[in-house]
């Protein structure tokens, strides 16, 4: 059974910049087709980026294009989503996703492996 932990999440000004993580633990994120998602107060969880299952193909929700950055590192088996240019209606909880699919899917519930989350706070 595969783990994900996020971490990275804090509070920062409008304008700036983090760098999310997600480790797994339990068995390699190789082959594994990944995304991050989000959930404002009040909102529904929705798609951020993802990333296939064989790294080469990335996906971007149109509101994020330009300013993150989704990566995946697998000798630390670890995915990564860098977040610049925040701004206040990026403040949401920030989670990970994977499955064994060759492509991300938007839809959370259909991933097998999903993480708690980390909250990411921008101030105006």
């Known amino acids: 059974q595969m783990q994900l932990v996020e971490s990275g999440g804090g509070l920062v000004q409008a304008g700036g910049s983090l760098r999310l993580s997600c480790a797994a633990s339990?068995?390699?994120?190789?082959?594994?087709?990944m995304a991050w998602f989000r959930q404002a107060p009040g909102k529904e969880r929705e798609f951020v980026a993802g990333?296939?299952?064989?790294?080469?193909?990335?996906y971007y929700a149109d509101s994020v294009k330009g300013r993150f950055t989704v990566s995946r590192d697998t000798s630390k088996n670890t995915m990564y989503l860098q977040v610049n240019t925040l701004k206040p209606e990026d403040t949401a909880v920030y989670y990970c996703?994977?499955?064994?699919?060759?492509?991300?899917?938007?839809?959370?519930?259909?991933?097998?492996?999903r993480g708690q989350g980390t909250q990411v706070t921008v101030s105006s």
């Open positions: 996703a994977a499955d064994s699919s060759t492509v991300p899917s938007a839809v959370w519930r259909q991933y097998s492996y």
């Open positions: 339990g068995r390699t994120l190789s082959g594994l087709a």
């Open positions: 990333i296939s299952y064989s790294g080469g193909r990335l």
